[in-house]
């Protein structure tokens, strides 16, 4: 029994060592890498194309607009980073499905992983939009009092956003273990459809979040604009 | 501890790596082939748009040439029945001139039978009135009517005066050949006698006198030598009853022609 796929080491020496969560992590790139050569090898601009081909065209346009409706204007330049944090973490929500797989999600490493991807993406994109100075004077707002809380805010919402993935991806594989040892049969694979049901409400709301926090970032400037405007 | 280090920075790493691998290969291509198809779907738009804009247009300008075409069509056609009905009624004139040229030939003609049937009956019944007149005389004429005229012969004889006398007397004069008289009886010796004498003294008592008889005569007695002639006879007087009706039909003939030609101009 394992809390996390951390603890499934395959090999190691001395600092380095490869883990489930390293492992798996590879196999989900892996199937979206080539999954995603597979289709785009040969995509057609006709109005007839494959089935694969408008699965990949709905799932990213589905996540462009998600982006868009959130309020980024521009959502081209945030569906690298956004949807591939949907997409990772969707799979290894689906990827529990199958027998023996350790979603990488389920460690907190991973989660953590992404949280500082957050964590520095939400800055870099609010200085690329609203250049440095103007960014972190956003943190002294409304007064310089602000600072320490709006920066332990930023902290926080970091460690939140991991933790809850984590506690919940782990808890779907944790309980299904459990279950496993105390009903074998049915339950299970009713734990296993809320798994995936929650797996893929968890993916959807890391990456809303994210977009959200990167799209405050970058609006900055257009909220005090309007707040200025609206007195 | 959760949370391993290695793991956390080596998940850093597969997450920056997985996002440029799926940039590369998932988004990008994705996005390029959405805006390839939308800027086709729009181009077609935008073709579509311009065919339908080209199509208005030439429907237009074949609008406009049907309402130039019908209004030509329009024009001429009132061109042709203007002048249709010009010619026709040219044509219905020349017709109408021409009837009434038919017309008044026919009349003229018509008018010219009923004249010459009017001439041709006058002339049958002026005949048949004279003929039935001979003949009724004819019938009459009888001896002592014979008698009378030669009475009446030998009277005219004797009562030749002046200028008639001499200018009968100068005809007669120096003849050689005999004096023939006819008559339509033949005549008695008493008559021949008293005729004889008569001329003898109207003439001269040389004179030689033959008597012949000619039925032709109806009813008198005729002299003639050398061309001259003294005559009484009804047939004489019928001639010349004939001679002067004749004369009076061709005068009221002249004035019935002179009076059509001047109806024809009027």
């Known amino acids: 029994m394992h809390l996390s796929p951390d603890q499934i080491v395959y090999w190691q020496m001395g600092f380095l060592k490869l883990n489930a969560t390293i492992v798996f992590t590879w196999l989900v790139i892996l199937l979206l890498v080539v999954m995603s050569v597979l289709v785009t090898r040969h995509l057609s601009t006709n109005l007839q194309r494959s089935r694969w081909q408008n699965l990949l065209e709905v ?15 521009q959502p081209h330049k945030y569906l690298g980073f956004l949807g591939s944090l949907f ?39 609010g200085i690329q939009e609203q250049g440095l100075a103007r960014y972190l004077s956003t943190y002294a707002k409304p007064t310089i009092i602000m600072l ?21 991806m782990m808890s779907g594989a944790m309980i299904l273990a459990i279950l496993l040892t105390i009903t074998p049969f049915l339950f299970p694979i009713v734990m296993t459809l809320l798994g995936l049901l929650t797996g893929i409400v968890q993916a959807y709301i890391f990456f809303i979040l994210a977009t959200v926090y990167i799209a405050a970032a970058t609006r900055t400037q257009e909220f005090s604009a309007r707040d200025i405007a609206q007195p | 501890m959760l949370i391993d280090w290695f793991t956390v920075i080596a998940q850093l790493v597969n997450f920056l790596l997985l996002v440029w691998l ?35 247009q030439q429907g237009e300008l074949y609008r406009h040439k049907n309402q130039v075409f019908d209004q030509q069509r329009m024009e001429k056609m009132n061109k042709v029945s203007a002048e249709s009905s010009a010619e026709k009624a040219r044509l219905l004139a020349a017709v109408r001139e021409e009837a009434n040229a038919l017309r008044t030939k026919l009349l003229q003609a018509l008018q010219d039978e009923q004249r010459s049937l009017q001439v041709t009956l006058r002339d049958r019944a002026q005949q048949e009135i004279f003929e039935i007149a001979r003949k009724t005389l004819k019938d009459l004429a009888d001896a002592p009517l014979e008698t009378s005229m030669v009475a009446v012969f030998i009277r005219r004889l004797r009562e030749l005066t002046g200028p008639e ?22 005549l008695s010796e008493q008559q021949r006698g008293l005729i004889s004498e008569a001329i003898t003294a109207l003439i001269n008592p040389s004179v030689k006198i033959q008597f012949e008889t000619a039925p032709e005569l109806i009813s008198g007695i005729e002299m003639n030598a050398n061309g001259q002639k003294v005559a009484w006879s009804i047939a004489d007087y019928l001639t010349t009853l004939t001679q002067r009706v004749n004369q009076v039909m061709q005068s ?14 009027l």
């Open chain 1, 59 to 73: 799932v990213v346009i589905t996540i462009n607009k998600q982006i868009e409706e959130v309020g980024l204007s």
């Open chain 1, 87 to 125: 997409l990772f973490i969707a799979v290894c929500a689906l990827g529990t499905m199958i027998p023996g797989f350790e979603p990488p999600t389920g460690s907190l490493s991973t989660t953590a992983a992404l949280a500082l991807c957050v964590l520095v993406a939400v800055p870099l994109f």
């Open chain 1, 148 to 168: 320490p809380f709006n920066i332990i805010s930023e902290v926080s919402r970091t460690l939140a956003l991991a933790v809850r993935l984590f506690g919940n």
């Open chain 2, 22 to 56: 799926l940039k590369r290969f998932l988004y990008q291509p994705i996005l390029s082939t959405i805006d390839a198809r939308e800027k086709r779907i729009a181009d077609e738009f935008a073709d579509a748009d311009a065919k339908r804009t080209q199509a208005e």
């Open chain 2, 165 to 186: 006398k001499a200018h009968f007397q100068a005809g007669f004069k120096d003849i050689e050949s005999p004096v023939i008289v006819r008559s339509a009886f033949d």
């Open chain 2, 252 to 265: 009221r003939d002249e004035q019935n022609t002179e009076q059509g030609s001047h109806d024809k101009h």
